[in-house]
């Protein structure tokens, strides 16, 4: 089966194709979201909450990201896989950047990799994609700057942000990224991004107006039923269907209908 790759994301683009991109940590999630038909699957730093348990995506290490870029990368036959750079892996230096990106290409067997970043961070997704590194820029909502921003802000709500934001996206493009990754940006200002750039975006929280969306594959299913946010379109209730089933088994074991007999093997 032929891999898709960031020259095919690009063609998808120009043929006015919309992008869809989930998150997936481990082979068995990227099997079946690449069996689905997925283009892109995001090995994201939400692992640290969603895998993870933390608050934030801040404790994820560049190791602990790599390991379940390999794990995504063996049940993924078709998809791109992009690599999420976590928190301190890649700010301290240029030189860190490509360490860290480089080990997710060579040793997580990623297809991209995804920053985080303002115009500050132009400079260092240029030296990437020299190096042959695909980058992925992420904008507006950035879940690495949590403490400050004191909290998850909705961002580009007024013009001067808007500009500032549309300033970055421009500056990523002319840098070499080839996608950029709008997160928790207002309707218009994600559209305006989107039509300022000519490389795709991606969006999550941002309105209908990017090139493509992404979705955290946890939030996606249902599994918590506590995380309802207004950008969430919610396609299973993956919360249910766990608990019922392990509420069968539980049930079943107790009152001994499984196993049976069927379930074993007898001596010959
Ligand atoms: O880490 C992640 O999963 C992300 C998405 C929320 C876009 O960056």
Redesign the pocket.
């Known amino acids: 089966m032929k891999k898709i790759r960031i020259t095919d994301i690009a063609d998808k683009y120009r043929r006015g194709e919309r992008l869809t991109m989930i ?1 997936a940590y481990d082979a068995t999630f990227a099997r079946l979201v690449d069996d689905a038909g997925i283009d892109m699957i ?1 090995v ?4 640290g909450m969603v895998i993870q348990g933390h608050e934030t ?1 801040l404790p994820v290490t560049i190791d602990e990201l790599i390991y379940h870029t390999r794990c995504a990368v063996r049940g993924a036959a078709r998809a791109m896989v992009v690599a ?1 750079l976590p928190f301190m892996s890649y700010q301290a230096s240029r030189t860190q950047a490509m360490l860290a990106a480089g080990r997710a290409m060579k040793e997580g067997d990623a297809g991209a990799v ?1 920053l ?1 970043g303002g115009v500050e961070m132009a400079e260092t997704v240029r030296l990437l994609a020299a190096a042959g590194i695909p980058v992925m820029a ?1 904008i507006g909502l950035r ?1 690495q700057r949590f403490h400050q921003m004191g909290g998850y802000k909705m961002q580009g709500k007024n013009s001067v942000e808007a500009s500032e934001l549309i300033s970055e996206a421009k500056a990523f493009e002319e840098a070499g990224a080839f996608s950029i ?1 709008i ?1 928790g940006v207002a309707i218009e200002t994600a559209r305006e991004i989107t039509e300022a750039v000519k490389i795709p975006t991606v969006g ?1 929280g941002s309105g209908p107006y990017c090139s493509g969306q ?1 979705l ?1 594959i946890y939030d996606l299913m249902g599994f918590n039923p506590d995380f309802k946010p207004s950008f969430l379109k919610t396609y299973a209730d993956g919360y249910k269907l766990v608990t019922d089933a392990v509420k069968d088994y539980i049930a079943d074991v107790r009152d001994g209908s499984f196993p049976s007999e069927r379930h074993g093997v007898h001596r010959s």
């Not at 994201?44 to 692992?47: A, C, I, P, R, T």
């Open positions: 998150t995001l994201g730093d939400s692992l995506t999420d995804k985080e992420h879940p990754l997160e999550i992404v955290v």
